[in-house]
Every structure is written in C-alpha cells, then in structure tokens.
C-alpha cells in the first residue's frame, strides 16, 4: 500500500489536469450563453489555459529544481484549486479567465514538470515503466471521463460543478503528498533564469496569439487588426515577434551557459535523438487531439443541435479506446518496437481524421462517426503510452525536471496550437465558404449578396444555424432569400469543419517524418539513455 500511494497521489495530479483540457470542449455553447460570449471567445479562453501552461512550464520546472519537486508539487496543487475555485463562482469572461486559464495554467505548470521527475525518483525499473503506463492510462481515463462529466454536469447540474469537485480531488491529493518522496537532485542548487523565463514566455505567447488572432485579424491582408503595419495584418508581426524572441532565448541560454551561469533549460538536452523525438511526438499528439477535440462540438452542438450530454455520449468512442489503447500500448512495447507502435499511431489517428472527413455530413451517421472517434482514440492511446517514457529515460536524474518542463512544454504548446490553428481555419474556411455559396447562388440578388460580403469582411462566427435566420428575419429578407441563404450557411459550416480535420490529418502524416529517432525499445530499469540514439545525442 505503501508503494501504491505515492503513485495514486501523482496519477489524481494527472487526471486533474487533463479532465480540465477535456472538460469544457463540450460545454463550448453553454460558455458562449452563460458568458453572453461567442464561439471565437471561448476559443480564445481554452487557448490561454495551454498557451499558459507552454509560456511557464520551463520556469515551473526550473522551480521545482530549486525548490524541491515535491514542493513544487504541493504548491502548484494550491495555485490550482484557488484557480478552480474562482473558476466556480465567475460571472464573467474575465473572471473565468483569470481563474482557469490564468491560476490554473500556473499551477499546472509547477506540478506536471514535478509530477514527472517524482514519478521516476519514486520508482525504478519495472516499477517505473509499470507507473508511466498508470499515467498514460490515467490520462486516457481523464480524456474518457472529461466528456462525459461535462456533458452530464451542464446538461443536468452546471458545468461549475466539475470545477468544485476539482477543489476536492486536489485536497485529497494533498493529503496524500507526504507518502511522495522527493526526487532526488544532484550537484549544487540551481538558480533561476528569470530573462531566459520572460523571453521563452512571451515568445511562445506571441506566435500562439499571432496564429489564434490570424481569424480576426487577417493572416497577410487586414481585417479587423487593430493596427495595420505597412498596410498589413498585425498577425505576421506578431508571429515574427515570437520568433525573435525565442531566437534571443536560445542566445541568451547559450551565453549564460558559457558564462557559467545556470540557464533555464540545458539546450543540449535536445541534441539527445530520442528525447527530441519523444517531444515532437507529444506536441503533434496534443495539436491533433485538441484541435478535433474543439472542431467535433462545434459540429455535434452548433450544426446537428445536440446538447452538451448527447455530445459527450457522442465523443465516448474516442476516450475509451484511447484509454484502452494506452493500456494496451505499454505491454506491446515489450514486444515492438517504441518506434514501430508510435509510427502505428500517427498512421492511425490519420486514418481516423480522414474517417471523420468522410462523416461530416448534415445528418450524423451513428455507426460511422462513432467507428471514426474509436479509430482516433486507438492511435491516440498508442502515441500516449510510449512517449512519456521515452522522454524521461532519455536522460539521467539530473536532468528529469528540465526534460519535464520540455516534456509538458511540447505537450501544451500542442494543445494551444490545435485550438487556436485548427479553430482559425474552421473560421477563416467558414467565411470563405459561405461568401463564396452565396456569390454563387442564384436564388440570392445581386444587392443582398453585396451587403452580405460587406458584413463579412471582418469574418463571422461559427453559430447555429437557426440564429443566423433569426438575424436575417431582422434584416427585412423576404422567406426565399433567408432559406437560400441559411442553406448556403451550413453547406459553409460543413465545408469549414472537413478543412480543420484534413488538416489534422495532414499533420499525423507529417509528424511520421520524426519518428526515426525514436528508440526501437526501453530496457526496463535503464537510468539514462535508452539506446544507441540517446548515447550519441549525449556525446554531441
């Protein structure tokens, strides 16, 4: 029992933090009617929560190297539940911002970095392996349970329950924390990089808000920016801002390095094969996941009109095989190659999204679309029980709270991208879509067309149907009109939601590409490098 507490304290941390990231794809439209709010909103709030977690991750786990894990663990806990309490009560957009995307990504940021290295300092050899694949599983049953909750929370109860029962898990979970033993730290204390924290932060946050604006603003041509460089979008501004300064952040890593000086993240720990393998999977893993995981609401909610519980039954297929496949992914590794099942993965979560292309359709076919999400949650299951692994057995002990910090970096960095990628092409295809089906319908005059390509220069929002004919009753359209119109809206709704998934699906094909590196096996109980891979990227 002694063994097993430890593990359920640091797998309650786990499952926390994903039922947070899947809890609320499905309560979009509800947020959007509490809040008084729109889709483009909400999207934004669901995107800070990630990019929050990506923007300080490093510097969490740099902390946590300085001031212990375990504390480090604790005290994100803390920071966690104030977030999810305030998140609870909010009245407003701002409120609900400040504490889930803002409080919450802080705490998160200290505690998954430390979960990470006090899962390997808590654990050895099979043990080990065996409480990652727990993780992974418990991750899998967070993505399961996130739906669902949700769904049945906001449906039947409110969606603010699931945040007050947060509050209780985490008190549990601290309770728990002194059956955890410290991981253990090498050599002298570190001391904090804080301009290596504020130049990986604010780039990071730049390039993130660059591409989830590019929907308002305009990618090159300006649309609704609030300022217009040279005649153009503020976006690639933006975007080459972010750049710059991570670009000054590896510069300055490298000079405090040279110096002496303890910079935020070793930059050679990416020079270690599988390590930077592990990491490029994980980000591609959490883009695709999250960017399906905020297009399939909008489609389930706001094209076909099922409530939040009718879709979180609907998106089932996919946690549970996820969760399963998990399972079953770690004791395949024992007889595949780590590289052969992630590659088997990324093949079939593509499978899967080209799958939920083909079901997109006006009306939902059941058995299809719930084969396609099951496909989703099989790949998905096998990404997530290798890679994990991976990553912390690139490297020996000292270096576990840096490759955390990387890990989970990659991780939400993932997760904000796919929200706020995947969902500005959702939009940007529906406004396209839509002006381009009424310049071509006939039925429309000449004059309506031109007012609604007026109205539509600053893009739409992605809305239901029935609330587009509402506003074109307003407008004075005579019956035709608004039919001709409103259909021409849901063929663009549909069309808009096939490009976010094909993109998805393009992306699992091209993540294929970085996999080579990856280690054909883990050796039970090996502390630092994982195969011939690492011990090259260790001597380079």
């Not at 407003?92 to 911002?97: D, E, F, G, H, I």
């Not at 076909?304 to 399963?324: D, R």
């Not at 998905?380 to 840096?402: C, F, N, Y």
């Not at 989970?408 to 796919?418: D, E, P, R, V």
Request: aromatic share 6%.
């Amino acid at each position: 029992m002694n063994r097993r507490l430890p593990l359920i304290a640091l797998a309650g941390a786990q499952f926390i933090m994903v039922l947070d990231q899947s809890v609320m794809n499905v309560s979009i439209s509800q947020l959007v009617e509490d809040f008084d709010t729109t889709v483009t909103t909400i999207q934004a709030v669901i995107t800070l929560y990630c990019l929050v977690m990506a923007m300080l991750m490093l510097t969490g786990g740099k902390i946590g190297d300085i001031i212990g894990r375990r504390r480090a663990f604790v005290i994100g806990l803390i920071i966690y539940a104030c977030g999810s309490a305030l998140t609870a009560v909010s009245q407003t957009v701002a409120q609900l911002t400040l504490g889930w995307s803002i409080l919450e990504g802080i705490g998160a940021a200290l505690v998954l970095p430390a979960m990470a290295a006090l899962i390997a300092g808590n654990f050895e050899g099979k043990e080990r392996k065996a409480a990652y694949a727990v993780i992974g599983g418990v991750a899998g049953a967070g993505i399961a349970i996130g739906p669902i909750l949700g769904g049945w929370a906001t449906t039947e109860l409110s969606w603010r329950v699931v945040f007050v029962g947060e509050v209780v898990i985490v008190i549990g979970i601290l309770l728990m924390t002194k059956y955890v033993a410290d991981a253990v730290r090498t050599g002298p204390k570190p001391r904090l990089d804080i301009v290596g924290g504020i130049l990986s932060a604010i780039g990071l946050g730049a390039i993130v808000l660059g591409i989830l604006q590019s929907s308002t603003w305009g990618l090159i041509t300006p649309k609704d920016s609030p300022v217009e460089p040279f005649g153009l979008a503020l976006t690639p501004f933006v975007i080459a801002g972010g750049a710059i300064l991570l670009w000054a952040f590896v510069w300055w890593q490298r000079r405090r390095e040279a110096t002496g000086n303890d910079p935020l993240v070793h930059l050679d720990l990416v020079k270690i094969p599988p390590l930077r393998a592990g990491l490029i999977g994980l980000f591609s893993q959490n883009l695709i996941l999250m960017g399906v995981f905020f297009t399939i609401p909008l489609y389930l909610q706001l094209v076909l009109g099922l409530n939040a519980l009718e879709t979180g039954v609907k998106m089932l297929p996919t946690s549970i095989a996820m969760f399963l496949a998990a399972a079953v992914g770690s004791r395949l590794s024992t007889r595949y190659s780590v590289r052969s099942i992630t590659r088997a993965g990324l093949a079939t979560t593509a499978v899967a999204a080209f799958a939920l292309v083909a079901t997109i359709q006006p009306d939902l076919g059941d058995l299809g679309f719930a084969v396609a999400m099951g496909i989703l949650g099989v790949g998905m299951g096998l990404i997530a029980s290798q890679l994990g692994l991976v990553v912390q057995s690139s490297v020996d002990a000292s270096g576990r709270g840096e490759a955390g910090g990387l890990q989970y970096t990659g991780q939400q960095l993932g997760s904000s991208l796919g929200v706020a990628l995947i969902g500005a092409l959702v939009l940007v295809g529906l406004t396209g879509a839509f002006v381009t089906n009424v310049q071509q319908d006939e039925r429309i005059a000449e004059e309506v067309v031109v007012q609604i390509e007026t109205a539509t220069v600053d893009g739409i929002d992605f809305v239901a149907s029935a609330d587009v004919e509402a506003a074109l009753v307003t407008a004075g359209l005579d019956e035709a009109t608004t039919q001709a119109v409103v259909e021409d809206y849901e063929q663009a709704q549909l069309r808009a939601l096939k490009a976010g998934l094909l993109a998805a699906a393009l992306i699992a094909l091209v993540s294929l590409a970085f996999t080579k590196d990856l280690p054909r096996s883990i050796p039970a109980g090996e502390e630092e490098a994982v195969d011939e891979g690492a011990s090259e990227g260790q001597a380079a």
